[in-house]
């Protein structure tokens, strides 16, 4: 049998292993077919060259061995596809979306630099002092904290509570614990399937993510990242609500907040292509 013979066998068994793969489902035919397509080109043009050798020990990758949304066509780490593999900035204008990433992607791992910078990026944002001012007034309806009073003056200090709230969340949870834990902050779109699966997904991360070898742990960046955080806060608040249960909520609540961030990102490539046409 022929280089091409043994290209096309290898190329129809990695398409099987595909469609056997309940993730990749469709993403999986459109990349076999063009793995078939390469791969026999690639033979053709060895073939027509003058002194072209076929490379011995090319066995077929085993795709199965990949992580989750890990397996995409083109080499990571190129500057094209990492265009490709981010998406719009914000949320309907508002809410910072830095963190997202396309699904079926593969990223090199962020440097400690990069990591300070996404949480930089997402604490101060013009959005996120717009999402900051959101969740002040939420706070302030429910008079969450007595102390600060009501009108102008009162929300003053919610608000910048809440900024700061929010950048120490954000470096201690995109910055800090996943250096020390090597974790990777970033949140992969899963970007297939049902609503209850994608949505199911989405509130998975808060506790799964990936390493930065694009392998699976628990989340400590998250839980234990906005723990810190809120601990952290006490030392800002007045004193007497610096009590367990009040420290326990704002971790909850935190941890609750980025689970709906996470479904908002998750469909926000949708909603984006279906009524806005990918404008944003």
């Not at 990433?101 to 400690?112: I, Y």
């Not at 929300?155 to 995109?174: F, I, K, M, P």
């Not at 990242?225 to 007045?238: E, F, H, Q």
């Not at 479904?263 to 990918?278: L, Q, S």
Request: charged letters at 20%.
């Amino acid at each position: 049998m022929d280089d091409t013979g043994n290209i096309t066998q290898e190329s129809a068994m990695i398409f099987r292993k595909l469609l056997a793969h309940s993730r990749l489902s469709a993403a999986a035919a459109v990349f076999a077919v063009l793995l078939v397509s390469n791969a026999q080109h690639a033979s053709a043009q060895q073939q027509l060259s003058p002194g072209g050798a076929t490379p011995q020990g090319g066995a077929a990758p085993d795709l199965q061995s990949q992580p989750d949304s890990a397996i995409r066509p083109s080499a990571p780490g190129r500057a094209d596809d990492e265009d490709n593999a981010k998406q719009s900035k914000r949320i309907l204008w508002i809410f910072p979306n830095y963190r997202a990433v396309s699904a079926n992607t593969q990223l090199p791992p962020l440097s400690l630099k990069s990591k300070f910078w996404l949480a930089t990026q997402d604490s101060f944002d013009y959005s996120s002092f717009i999402s900051a001012g959101i969740v002040a007034g939420i706070s302030q309806a429910n008079k969450s904290y007595p102390e600060f009073g009501q009108g102008a003056k009162g929300y003053g200090r919610y608000y910048w509570h809440a900024v700061s709230d929010q950048a120490v969340g954000n470096y201690l949870t995109e910055a800090i614990v996943p250096f020390v834990t090597r974790e990777d902050p970033r949140y992969y779109t899963l970007g297939q399937g049902g609503f209850f699966k994608r949505t199911g997904y989405a509130v998975s991360r808060l506790f799964i993510t990936r390493t930065d070898a694009s392998g699976r742990t628990f989340n400590f960046s998250e839980i234990v990242g906005n723990g810190a955080g809120a601990g952290i806060s006490d030392t800002y608040y007045p004193s007497r609500e610096r009590t367990w249960t009040k420290t326990g909520q704002k971790w909850l609540t935190q941890i609750a907040l980025d689970g709906v961030f996470n479904v908002a990102k998750e469909f926000w490539p949708d909603i984006n292509r279906a009524i806005f046409h990918g404008k944003y």
